[in-house]
């Protein structure tokens, strides 16, 4: 690859996976009710207010520090079309995933497919499923130095009190 190339792929800051959903309101209510994400927008407003507004063709959700964040695009497919479900993986911090894990298993809303355990490859990892069959995996690696930030002492009765 050229220097020229290089510097300009150099400057991806992100990557922004797509779901596909059968409803977006009921994606809204999902991510941001169950999971405890952000709302970022809809392609009608950065506030979706279901009561005076059309349903969305789309919205972005997001956890994290903003943009920079976990950001996801949800695309509502018709009921003719087929449904093409996919699979993400988030990182979160050390400290983070068991505790996002138990808060998770406690409030007993999400569907978790699969538990939490540490896996030969060196993550400890989850997953959860939505309502239309997307995936989300999240995970921390093993042997530390996870990117992000860590929150020093965090434990469940931490998320308790934030939920």
Same mark, same amino acid.
């Given at each position: #690859?050229?220097?020229?190339?290089?510097?300009?792929?150099?400057?991806?800051?992100?990557?922004? +996976?797509?779901?596909?959903?059968?409803?977006?309101?009921?994606?809204? !209510?999902?991510?941001?009710?169950?999971?405890?994400?952000?709302?970022?927008?809809?392609?009608?407003?950065?506030?979706?207010?279901?009561?005076?507004?059309?349903?969305?063709? #789309?919205?972005?959700?997001?956890?994290? +520090?903003?943009?920079?964040?976990?950001?996801?695009?949800?695309?509502?497919? +018709?009921?003719?079309?087929?449904?093409?479900?996919?699979?993400? #993986?988030?990182?979160?911090?050390?400290?983070?995933?068991?505790?996002?894990?138990?808060?998770?298993?406690?409030?007993?809303?999400?569907?978790?497919?699969?538990?939490?355990? /540490?896996?030969?490859?060196?993550?400890?990892?989850?997953?959860?499923?939505?309502?239309?069959?997307?995936?989300?995996?999240?995970?921390?690696?093993? /042997?530390?130095?996870?990117?992000?930030?860590?929150?020093?002492? #965090? !434990?469940?009765?931490?998320?308790?009190?934030?939920?």
């Amino acid at each position: #690859m050229s220097e020229h190339a290089r510097a300009l792929l150099d400057t991806a800051w992100g990557v922004i +996976p797509h779901f596909h959903a059968r409803s977006i309101p009921t994606s809204i !209510t999902y991510y941001t009710s169950v999971l405890h994400f952000n709302l970022g927008s809809t392609d009608i407003s950065f506030k979706y207010d279901p009561a005076s507004e059309p349903e969305p063709n #789309m919205c972005s959700i997001y956890l994290g +520090p903003g943009i920079r964040g976990a950001n996801i695009y949800i695309f509502k497919r +018709p009921v003719e079309e087929v449904l093409h479900p996919s699979t993400i #993986m988030i990182a979160l911090g050390t400290e983070a995933v068991d505790a996002y894990y138990e808060l998770l298993v406690r409030e007993g809303k999400a569907e978790i497919i699969k538990e939490i355990e /540490d896996k030969r490859w060196g993550y400890r990892q989850f997953a959860v499923q939505d309502p239309d069959g997307n995936r989300i995996q999240f995970f921390r690696f093993l /042997d530390g130095g996870n990117p992000g930030v860590e929150v020093a002492g #965090m !434990t469940d009765a931490d998320t308790t009190e934030s939920a």
